[in-house]
């Protein structure tokens, strides 16, 4: 089976998506003649013009995010036979339903967000779970139309809300950009003998961790928790976690770790418990062939609830 790359450009109507594959498709150094399969699936005020491009094996297609198929986007794949893909997806839906549609050949190399800075706020306020529907998939995130000087902490702030490895770029309207460089220190200290994890960090904590595993390789974390138990590895093992909730109820979700302990066969699923334990980065189930972090418990006890069932960001 062939892999075809993907690139998807995600954002909200009117945030310079367009532009930007305009711009991209003209560039010899990115069009260089490769079969490129377009796909819009939003159709704005700007328009593509073909006649700019170096090259011209562009196919066109314009689909509807909401209804479109695997049936459909493979037989446009018999149709044009493209080496790679161009998808400017639509900011009124969610981006993992379209990627679940996706052919099995068809691999998402990149995908870059862009937000408009006069309105991303707005759409935060009253859409944050589309919000953070792109911003956490996306490996680089452009805040466009800021004007020179303007305060971008709240845009910082809003990205790394979502994740902390995504680049983040202003381009302001003086045709200037910049990379973000502002260093966000973490609510714990990861060089201390035993790394302590208050209740209102485990969020934060959780997201690291899993971003990051070999930076606490080796490391002691203490943290508390509620009991899970996994579907494999019974024996031995149990997932201790928490509710973590990112923009709204709906997407509440149990995050866990697996651990391994002895005793995890006597514990009480959905019991809260203090974990003391060492992290080593290993390849699990759970991680799909990745390294991710992996427990050895040193003491596991019961504990007091925390004040908040649900832990945020």
């Known amino acids: ?22 711009e991209t498709l003209e560039d010899e150094r990115f069009n260089a003649g490769e079969r490129t399969l377009l796909l819009v699936f939003e159709e704005g005020e700007e328009e593509f013009d073909f006649s700019t491009y170096p090259h011209k094996n562009v196919y066109l297609e314009v689909l509807n995010q909401e209804t479109v198929t695997t049936k459909e986007l493979t037989a446009l794949v ?16 969610l981006v993992g339903d379209l990627y679940m549609r996706f052919p099995k050949e068809w691999v998402v190399a990149q995908e870059v967000m862009f937000a408009d800075s006069t309105t991303i706020m707005t759409y935060n306020s009253n859409m944050r779970n589309l919000v953070m529907d792109k911003l956490m998939g996306a490996q680089m995130v452009v805040f466009n139309r800021l004007e020179k000087g303007q305060d971008i902490m709240p845009f910082h702030k809003l990205a790394r809300a979502a994740s902390r490895q995504i680049d983040i770029l202003y381009d302001y309207i003086d045709g200037s950009t910049e ?28 997201r690291d961790v899993t971003e990051d595993p070999e930076k606490y390789n080796g490391k ?32 509440i979700q149990f995050c866990g770790l697996p651990c391994k302990w002895d005793d995890a066969k006597n514990l009480k699923p959905r019991s809260w418990v203090k974990v003391r334990a060492k992290v080593s980065a290993e390849r699990h189930f759970l991680y799909k062939g990745d390294l991710g972090p992996v427990l050895t418990g040193i003491t596991v006890v019961d504990a007091a609830p925390a004040v908040e069932e649900v832990c945020t960001f």
């Open 179 to 206: 990379f973000d460089e502002i260093e966000d220190p973490l609510p714990f200290d990861v060089n201390a003998p035993v790394v302590t994890i208050e209740d209102a960090d485990y969020a934060l904590w959780f």
């Open 220 to 251: 002691t974390v203490e943290f508390k928790a509620q009991v899970a138990m996994l579907r494999r590895d019974k024996n031995g093992m149990f997932a201790p976690g928490r509710f973590i909730m990112t923009c709204c109820v709906e997407d």
């Open 78 to 93: 018999k149709k044009h036979k493209p080496e790679r893909i161009v998808a400017e997806l639509n900011g009124m839906q």
């Open 1 to 22: 089976m062939i892999e075809i790359p993907v690139y998807a450009f995600t954002g909200f109507l009117d945030s310079g998506k367009t532009k930007f594959i305009q």
